[in-house]
């Protein structure tokens, strides 16, 4: 099915079936590339579909006056809500496009969704880069619109390392020194090798390892359907020549699995865990310090490590990013009632003093 609806220069088309055509999939996959978005590829999209049936994709598609792509915004539709494919599992949301045509995409996107409101009642918009081109963008586009958009939860932080400016290196020389004694270590005891898994039954039994040391480390990893997901994931993008899956083996066998992909000039680190018998010989730095490593080589600018500022990723010169959560919803609606009022609740959560959260967390027990 396609909807038309104009907005800043832009048509926007609605689409609604799990195979887009081959030429738009290509030039999507152009404009995320463009964008360095992972998360807006339709691989990513086309994964998730795959492993969530019951989610309908949404696919809002920007085209010049001329016909030619501009932007792709890939969303999915579960039950009247829109969310990124992947939501949780989706470290950022934004679009498809070339950077700098964030604010017309924005535009077009809010038109077009006030065109279809019949559809939907609320999209969620989780984790936008906070202050950056896309949440203006919406942001501009939705005063005076049928669209009124909401923030909605607190903020979460990305962290990356810039390769050009500070190198892949870790940030002091005692650091480095620790990792060069520990890998000594490890080495005088064990046959140790790095390595990048390539071959498709490789990656299917890293992946298998990856999987089942999420779960000893920590109690559980990916629910089934995330790890259909992730396995799909990976597939596509072994195929694109995308995924960069680090390898540390010990004694002939995998100890450590650092999942992530290329796309542009930036390397992401996606998903890792080792063997807990290894910790003390500081196995996941060191897959984590090769990953760096192996992507400078490469020509990369950058290593994304994604969402959260967990203690481990200090040890590298980290450039940290915020990003903040939002809920666009119809005006005239009940969801925009509940949306408000969860943004009022939250608002009036994070202006508590801090001891003050810690006592209504335990008492609501969340």
Known sequence: MNRRAPGAGLRVEVFTGEHPP??????????????????????????????NPAETPFVLVCRERMGD???VVPLV???????????QLADWCGP????????????????????TAQRWDVWQLDRCRTGGAWIDGLTRASRGS???LLP?????????????????????????????RLGRRLRETHDVALRRSTAPEQIERDLDVLMRLRAERWGGGFDPTEEAFVRALAAAFARLGLLRLWVLDVDGAAAGVLLGWRLGTRAFAYSQAFDPAYERLGVGMALLAHGVRDSAEEGCACFDMLRGDEHFKSSFHISPEPVSS??????????RLEAEALAGAHTAYHRLAPERRERLRRALRI
Do not use: H, I, M
């Open 326 to 335: 939002y809920s666009a919803v119809r005006r005239r609606s009940l969801a």
């Open 69 to 71: 792509v501009a932007g």
């Open 22 to 51: 081959d030429p738009l999939v290509r030039r999507w996959r152009e404009l995320a590339t463009v964008a360095e978005n992972p998360f807006a590829l339709p691989e990513w999209n086309a994964a998730w579909v795959q492993a």
């Open 96 to 115: 498809a496009c070339a950077p700098g045509d964030e604010a017309r995409v924005a535009a077009a996107v809010v038109d077009a969704l006030a065109a």
């Open 152 to 180: 909605n939860r607190g903020e979460d932080v990305l962290v990356a390392v810039d390769l050009l400016r500070d190198g892949p290196d870790l940030t002091s020389a005692k650091k480095r020194r620790e990792l060069e």
């Open 146 to 148: 049928a669209v009124k």
């Open 77 to 87: 539709l579960r039950g009247r809500r829109l969310l990124a494919a992947g939501e």
